[in-house]
């Protein structure tokens, strides 16, 4: 009843507020849903959170891939840029404001994320009282290793190299570009320097402007033969199935799937070779996605795991002659391609070089070495055999 006569007094209070009443507060009464009750808001997926592929058709051990390479990135980006410091070593407060070269995020400690390879880097107090770190002598061994790794697959990289010339519109790429893109070849540090070794493939030019291109001095025709002209020769059946180009067409013509599949390959082929001259066809027509979509599986063909970026896709992208809808065309490819990642951030892989199990069918020997070396640096103790 007290409850009850409250509320009347209140009620009153409200409606005549000129009453000799005492008014009392209202605040104690609950007006708005609490926080813990309301429906949470879902927020929009931006490019940069958003996946290419949606949950039922991710294929999750290419997914993988990219995740092992977030979790490497520290360690690959610090091991070569120590590399190239005098005497391999480096003062560990200059080493916190180089996140961007050694790879971790901007404001947080890099002794943490050496810690983290405690077989790889090992840190020390010099005479001045400030610490130091560089590489442990196990380290080195596997950078010793390394090198003759890259010796004795000089020859093969020089190839690559060529039939890249070969792939781009003028037959001359800068560097620059090829040096920013080495590790994806397995082209070594200094290949700069080596390419002066083989004047009869190559020539070094020095433009106005300083920057530094190189130019294939004679074309190889047997070079001119792309991955997917010597699968031919081995399995025409899955080379004609590689990539599809669908013909539209109204559905008054109530073709059958096996009808829709002729007419589509009549469209399909036959391929436009990625070693012609692209940049002379007209930029929209049939003819020109054929030779984007070939040269794009000739590039990814050339790279040591078969796959790359889409900052290594821009990196090329007037070499190459694509245009700013690449990545609309290699989703219309799903039987060779794979688009992982986010669409802000994604990578394209050569579907058929890998396994079901997510390996790559066919391991360069410098893929070998560095899954062995990522296993060590993984490592937080040796292991006594």
Excluded at 189 to 208: C, G
């Amino acid at each position: 009843m007290a409850i009850w006569r409250l509320f009347s007094t209140i009620t009153n209070t409200i409606k005549n507020p000129n009453s000799n009443s005492r008014t009392y507060s209202t605040s104690f009464l609950i007006t708005k849903t609490p926080k813990s009750l309301r429906k949470k808001r879902k927020k929009p997926e931006s490019p940069r959170t958003k996946h290419v592929q949606h949950d039922s058709e991710r294929i999750q051990h290419f997914e993988n891939i990219l995740k092992r390479d977030t979790h490497f990135r520290f360690f690959l980006k610090t091991k070569d840029y120590l590399s190239k410091q005098p005497q391999q070593v480096l003062r560990l407060d200059e080493a916190g404001k180089l996140y961007r070269e050694l790879g971790f995020p901007r404001g947080r400690k890099v002794l943490k994320f050496l810690q983290r390879h405690p077989l790889v880097f090992e840190t020390y107090r010099h005479d001045n009282d400030k610490i130091w770190f560089g590489f442990t002598d196990l380290m080195d061994e596997y950078l010793e290793e390394e090198k003759r790794v890259l010796n004795e697959l000089e020859g093969h990289r020089i190839e690559v190299v060529r039939k890249l010339l070969m792939l781009s519109a003028n037959k001359r790429i800068p560097l620059s570009k090829i040096y920013h893109c080495r590790a994806l070849f397995g082209i070594p540090e200094d290949f700069r320097d080596r390419v002066r070794n083989y004047p009869e493939y190559f020539n070094m030019v020095v433009e106005a402007d300083g920057k530094r291109v190189l130019e294939l001095v004679k074309w190889d025709e047997n070079l001119a033969v792309s991955a997917l002209e010597r699968e031919f020769v081995v399995d025409e059946d899955r080379v004609k199935r590689a990539f599809q180009f669908k013909v539209k067409h109204g559905k008054l013509l109530d073709l059958g799937e096996q009808d829709e599949r002729k007419l589509n390959m009549l469209n399909t082929l036959p391929l436009v070779s990625p070693y012609s001259d692209g940049a002379k066809l007209d930029l929209w027509t049939l003819e020109a996605e054929k030779y984007r979509v070939g040269v794009i599986h000739e590039f990814l063909s050339l790279t040591l795991e078969k796959r790359a970026s889409i900052h290594h896709i821009v990196e090329f992208k007037e070499e190459l002659s694509l245009t700013k809808h690449t990545y609309a065309m290699l989703l219309k490819q799903p039987r060779s391609f794979y688009l992982a990642g986010t669409e802000m951030n994604w990578a394209v892989f050569l579907k058929d070089a890998y396994g079901e199990d997510g390996a790559l069918i066919h391991k360069d020997p410098q893929v070998v070495f560095n899954e062995k070396l990522c296993e060590f640096a993984d490592k937080q103790k040796l292991e006594i055999e």
